[in-house]
T-cell receptor, first 111, second 115 residues
Framework: DAKTTQPPSMDCAEGRAANLPCNHS???????VYWYRQIHSQGPQYIIH???NNETNEMASLIITEDRKSSTLILPHATLRDTAVYYC????????????FGKGTRLSVIA | GAVVSQHPSRVICKSGTSVKIECRSL??????MFWYRQFPKKSLMLMAT?????????EQGVEKDKFLINHASLTLSTLTVTSAHPEDSSFYIC???????????FGAGTRLSVL
């Protein structure tokens, strides 16, 4: 079973920041928080991951609370192409292990 | 970034036929690949773990004789749906990681429709 909880859906206006929350209250000390997204009828795409520090890359920022029980993925300037299902996954960052997908959050970016 | 190529993207077949789906890691070697299945409006469910040079590991409830997996090289894993039936119609997706961490790279998926 997935170890994360996410809202089923969210809307965001184009050009505004999209903030997607995730709860992972049972996360272990050696588990990372990963974010992927799946655009309709495509394979999932890796976005970002982190352990305890905030992370930023060209796609998004990841804010992890100090107690690591929740995190927020931030898309700073959402575009229509960011409409997708976003999955928050906790996983050990070692070796080849399959990902356990929850239901994710369906983000709709609205013009 | 790393690329995983999956082929075909779409296949329509008659009931009782077999369908082969290929998953290739284009610019890296993958000793392990994963196969997922996704039904409409549902999340991805792991079917099996494909290991280069050895037998695949199947998840509970996935028939190994129906979903044949071959991982004969470090860049290619194949999933063959044998004697496909309409209930096998689904979106099949493969993934692989480069190693050193667990960032997974996914294929574009194969939509199988069995008539």
């Amino acid at each position: 079973d997935a170890k994360t909880t996410q809202p089923p859906s969210m809307d965001c206006a184009e050009g505004r920041a999209a903030n997607l929350p995730c709860n992972h209250s049972t996360i272990s000390g050696n588990e990372y928080v990963y974010w992927y997204r799946q655009i309709h009828s495509q394979g999932p795409q890796y976005i970002i991951h982190g352990l305890k520090n905030n992370e930023t890359n060209e796609m998004a920022s990841l804010i992890i609370t100090e107690d690591r029980k929740s995190s927020t993925l931030i898309l700073p300037h959402a575009t229509l192409r960011d409409t997708a299902v976003y999955y928050c996954i906790v996983d050990r960052n070692s070796g080849n292990t399959p990902l356990v997908f929850g239901k994710g959050t369906r983000l709709s970016v609205i013009a | 970034g790393a690329v995983v190529s999956q082929h075909p993207s779409r296949v329509i077949c008659k009931s009782g036929t077999s369908v082969k789906i290929e998953c290739r890691s284009l610019d890296f070697q993958a000793t392990t690949m994963f196969w997922y299945r996704q039904f409409p409006k549902k999340s991805l469910m792991l079917m099996a773990t494909s290991n280069e040079g050895s037998k695949a590991t199947y998840e509970q409830g996935v028939e190994k004789d129906k979903f044949l997996i071959n991982h004969a090289s470090l860049t290619l894993s194949t999933l063959t749906v044998t004697s496909a039936h309409p209930e096998d119609s689904s979106f099949y997706i493969c993934s692989a990681s480069i190693g050193g961490g667990n960032i997974q790279y996914f294929g574009a998926g194969t939509r199988l429709s069995v008539l």
